[in-house]
């Protein structure tokens, strides 16, 4: 099936720096990537849809200058936490879609991020 | 834009029974629901989905059943095993927002042996 993979599995940073979370559509072409944060015992929270070539649209309430979301190519999205507090500390899931209209949707293994 | 409520939040059930989870939806022009299970850690994982033009979906234990007019659809998980605990979570996707899938709440599943 498809895979999607996702680096760092966990991270663990200082306030005020940034962390790059990668995703990767392994075997397939992801021309929709998108990310999500889930808070423990909580519900994934869409952040922003990335699409390949193109801006992210990021969902209400997420500051995209906070959080910098590049897709370079068909197989890879970045997500960039910049100047990062503790508040940010949670678990960030990416997830990509194929090209065809009924493709399902592959959830990476997510990102643990522990801002100090 | 869509608003996905799933209930309830937490199901125990005895090893062997049936457990159901319930969810409804806002907009009549979502297309697409899928179930995710996600054990504790790690990622989501699709078990099941269901299309709007689709009443019912089984796969082995599984089964997914859709009321458009209701605007619910619920997941049925049948003889229920220990390694079916986990977290579970409805979707739907609304084809004019960009196939963005809207979660649910989720629903914590506890198997009792």
């Known amino acids: 099936g498809a895979v999607v993979s996702q680096h760092p599995s966990r991270v663990i940073c200082k306030s005020g720096t940034s962390v790059k979370i990668e995703c990767r559509s392994l075997d397939f072409q992801a021309t929709t990537m998108f990310w999500y944060r889930q808070f423990p015992k909580q519900s994934l929270m869409l952040m922003a849809t990335s699409n390949e070539g193109s801006k992210a649209t990021y969902e209400q309430g997420v500051e995209k200058d906070k959080f910098l979301i590049n897709h370079a190519s068909l197989t890879l999205s970045t997500l960039t936490v910049t100047s990062a507090h503790p508040e940010d500390s949670s678990f960030y899931i990416c997830?990509?879609?194929?090209?065809?209209?009924?493709?399902?949707?592959?959830f990476g293994n997510g990102t643990r991020l522990t801002v100090t | 834009g869509e608003n996905v409520e799933q209930h309830p939040s937490t199901l125990s059930v005895q090893e062997g029974d049936s457990a159901v989870i319930k969810c409804t939806y806002s907009?009549?022009?979502?297309?697409?629901f899928p179930w995710y299970k996600q054990e504790l850690g790690k990622r989501p994982q699709l078990i099941i989905d269901?299309?709007?033009?689709?009443g019912e979906k089984k796969d082995q234990r599984i089964a997914v059943t859709l009321n458009k007019t209701a605007k619910h659809f619920s997941l049925h998980i049948t003889e229920t095993q220990p390694e079916d605990s986990a977290v579970y979570f409805c979707a739907a996707r609304l084809k004019a927002a960009g196939n963005k899938l809207t979660f649910g709440g989720g629903t914590r599943v506890l198997v009792k042996p």
């Open positions: 997830s990509a879609k194929g090209q065809e209209i009924e493709s399902p949707l592959h």
């Open positions: 269901i299309r709007s033009n689709v």
């Open positions: 907009d009549s022009a979502s297309n697409y």
